[in-house]
């Protein structure tokens, strides 16, 4: 199987959709993975979309319809006819079918629970009440369950008959009348021990487990600090609710390094595909920050202001504000990016400041020292500015560079002492902040050297 | 089982080493997670390190030892005796063998592989070779292969007899005699079939698969798209030569999505934990970005030397220059770094570009606007400039937030259709070119305006 051009195979069906061809599509598309066969239907027109839906066989529909785009998901749901949105629906498994809700339209919602068995109604309005970004949200409740008095074979019958509609057999909980956790197995250990074995002798008793409550970022580091597979999330008096599997939290890693890109870049975080985004919602993500950037620099302008004499005397030293600004900017993200990102891996701690500090001391002296003297060496051979201009602009490029790797490194970690996020307080903060202290520091040697 | 904290082991440990009560010392490691001893381990000193290491059971020391970082690895191999550090080289599965054959200095890699068996020697010498990050150096040989016409009791017997020092037995492998692929299946299936059911009927004849060469990135988006726990990797003539398994795409993902920071954030990338990384190393991979931004900074300073006579007549347009780059290069960041990352996920194509270019250019004139008005109210509030001023600091303003989206949404597809690494061209360049076009802007505007 390889990866597919999605282009080529939009030609095609559109050329098969115009000549009515339905045998041929569906053999072209019995040779695709339903993930493929969705990106292409994402790239078509409403119309096009559910001809294809409606040729593939319902099984295949139903797979391809989970991997869909939330806004085609929407799109089909309301030009199908009833029966087949019924059957999609309830092919769907158990979290995906809460994904898929919880995007839809609220008067849509109605409809869709109506679709599914009575047993299950109850079940999906409480799985809609668990916050966005919790583990609950992230749950299924399609496991295999065992007993702790069932022999190796007896759970493996078990598994081979109750398995088929579960997300992951892989992973099986042992459970008491009360569906209190009593342990877990693998899949593995069961197949690789004797038959008669008893689960109880050989079950896990020591295990990971969250609350629905939990933010996805808690659960998603443990599933990487533990190389877990799946995860059971309990009530209060520990009973099994549902489980959590891996391919879920891979989406969870990436969504959570997103949100982490976008606090970065000044913006607030969104689950939004930018493609998929409204103009007013990505301005109004936008704004915010560009506002409290804006009216924060004014403080940098601020500084010019009272140093308006010195500048009007030595125009020249204008001349090398957005390169002190740039440098001294771009040196204190190098080391805040550095800092946020080893926090998020759990690599740097709070603890770990000094050994922060004692390093950005260090590299800043090796760095700054190294921009200062090419900087010399440019401004003596190419600028037309005195000896005392070139001396003050290296001599602040060397102080700019260590602030701001000492702020960069430190602000971070001091965002977290005070428990706030560090890549939305130290990223876009960093900039401004470095800002106004390297245009502080410039004016006041040159205010000693040049006049 | 519950996260613990770290302090509080390495104190109660510290103590039990002093008083030599290594039974309690085994008690206490006995209730965690081998990752959870590994961390603790990674905070102490060399000493402590290898003693705790010592009073372990071996089987539980190698576990330990894969989850170590780096640094504790190859100062525990030289401090420990030979017969254990034999023991626990064997017990690694073999893509951590490789991992840790990987980093460790070069006169010491010859003597590791003498621990291993004869008939290994020549396979590690073979993996040592494929490059870093790519799809060859993250295999592992440990998988379970089947043959075709076996029967799934016949298969799962296989299963159980060879799994026990498999990585994984969740995905099979159905070879030839020439270990030619014929065709993969889970252990699901095998389990949800019944036992007389022959291999060749019920395997599945269409599966991925890698080549050895392949970037870990591409492999890391297979798995992504595709859901895949286990992924083949084949050579020329299809034979497999090892597998690739989901816990290590993980590893990749957040190593990919670092590396994209560090680039964003204008920094050589680095596989090496900040922490652990030298501080002549940390300033190589920054230096060379803050050069060339240094260098091409000043050009920016070139332009304002060109409007120098202007900024002579009307010295208070310079207090607005660190607002104007600063606005500028924040709006352009946002942009850039939405499709950046859209790309990096796949979510944006080269084909996208029409679609990116017409957003953002409204959504920059609605930040635009705001940002301009907002400006010229607090202008003629607080500000002592003159209206010609304030009119050309908006303007300008207005210009530079349009212009700056559109060059950070487009210029990270122009680098990709330019076949260049989007997060490196576009990340650290956009403030550069953007501080440039924006005071080009606004003396332009001043120099009708204003004078």
Redesign the interface.
Known sequence: ?E?IRV?DYIEILNKLITEKDYKSIRMELS?L?P?DIAEILDEMNAEERIIIIRVMPKDQAADVFSYLSVQSQINLASSMNENLMKYIFNELYFDDKIDFLEDVPANFVRTLIAYAPVEERNMINQFLNYPENSAGSLMTIEYVDLRKNMTVKEA?ER??KT??DKET??TCYVLDQTKRIEGIIS??KL??SNTDEIIEDIMDK????ADAGDDQEEVAE??????L?ALPVVDKESRLIGIIT??D??DV??QE??E???K????APSDE???EAG??K??KA??V???V???S??F???I??HF?EL??TA??L??????L???G???G??S????I??MA?G??ER??WR??LW?EI??SL??GS??AI??TL?MLIFAKASLMVTITVSLT?MCT?VLAKIIGGLLPIAAKALKLDPAIMAG?LI??IV?AVS?FIYFSIAGVLVL
């Open positions: 199987m990866d282009e040779k993975h993930n493996l598994v081979k398995g088929m057999i892989y899949l593995r197949v690789l020591d295990f990971f487990h443990i599933f990487k600090k533990y190389d597979s891996v391919d939290i891979v890693i990436e390094n997103t982490d890109f976008e970065m870049a000044a913006m595909e930018y493609l103009i007013f990505l301005a936008r704004i920050w560009l506002l950037l804006m009216i620099a004014t940098t302008g601020g010019i202001t308006e500048l009007s125009v020249i204008t001349a090398f504000i957005p390169m600004m740039d440098t900017g771009n040196a993200n190098q805040s990016t550095l800092i990102r080893g891996l690599q740097i603890r770990d050994s922060v390093k260090r590299v090796i760095a190294i921009l090419v900087n440019r490029l560079v876009p900039t401004t800002d245009l």
